[in-house]
């Protein structure tokens, strides 16, 4: 299975040498998070793809330091929706309802348990299982890269307060929760490049029953 091979040559780049991914790999990336799977299909998170170097040197402090930030090609900021509320939901159902062509009254019964589930929880449950669908579309993220040989890191090392107010994401209804730095290895200088993977065996990972 290729795709074995891929995750294997994948890993989480420490060190990237500013080389820029071509658009087309970049297009086919963003393609694969759309097409992620997400509670209910609503996708609850907007993805913010960061090229711009200056705004980039801004998020790095924020993110530790860290050396991927800047020396990316790219940086994809995962946010998720604060909040669940009817206008979304809705929102959706009506492209449910364009997208296969099939009346919104034929998804009353979609809608109504979408509504049930999601609306009775408090808002801060509503935002956390928000952003467990991001780590989905980030996980989406990472095989797909690996498979067009884009080199990542998935960071959750970073201050989300911050990063939220640089991006004024509460004023668009979202929190962040994770980036995704995309480039080039730097394999000369990076000391993970060239490290086996640590991975528990598969006796002790799985218990077969
Ligand atoms: C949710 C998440 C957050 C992570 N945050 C960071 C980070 O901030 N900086 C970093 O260099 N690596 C980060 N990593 C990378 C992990 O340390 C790495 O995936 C793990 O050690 C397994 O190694 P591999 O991905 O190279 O196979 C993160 C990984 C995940 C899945």
């Known amino acids: 299975m290729s795709l074995i ?3 294997s040559w994948r890993y989480a780049t420490k060190r990237m040498n500013g ?11 963003l393609d694969a998070i759309r097409l ?11 993805v913010f793809v960061i090229e711009n170097p200056a705004l ?10 860290q050396p991927q930030i800047t020396e ?3 940086i ?6 604060n909040d669940v509320t009817e206008a979304k939901i809705d929102s959706f159902i009506q492209l449910v309802a364009e997208t296969r062509n099939v009346p919104v009254e034929a998804l009353t019964d979609y809608r109504s348990a979408i509504a049930g589930s999601m609306l009775r929880l408090p808002q801060e449950v509503q935002a956390s299982w928000a952003a467990r669908q991001v780590y989905l579309a980030m996980g989406t993220a990472l095989a797909a890269a690996a498979e067009l040989k884009i080199d990542t890191t998935p ?14 994401l509460s004023a668009k209804g979202l929190h962040s929760v994770l980036i995704l730095a995309v480039g080039e290895r730097d394999a000369a200088n990076d000391y993970m ?13 799985f218990i077969r029953m």
């Open 155 to 168: 960071m959750e090392g970073f201050i989300p307060a911050k990063l939220d107010e640089l991006l004024d």
């Open 193 to 205: 490049a060239n490290a086996a993977k640590v991975r528990y065996s598969k006796d002790e990972l």
């Open 5 to 7: 091979n891929d995750l």
């Open 36 to 46: 992620s799977a997400s509670g209910f299909g609503l996708q609850p998170y907007q």
């Open 72 to 74: 990316a090609s790219h």
């Open 76 to 81: 994809l900021v995962f946010a998720a929706w």
């Open 19 to 29: 080389n820029k991914v071509a658009e087309d790999k970049i297009e086919s990336l």
């Open 56 to 65: 980039r040197a801004q998020i790095q402090p924020i993110a530790y330091g």
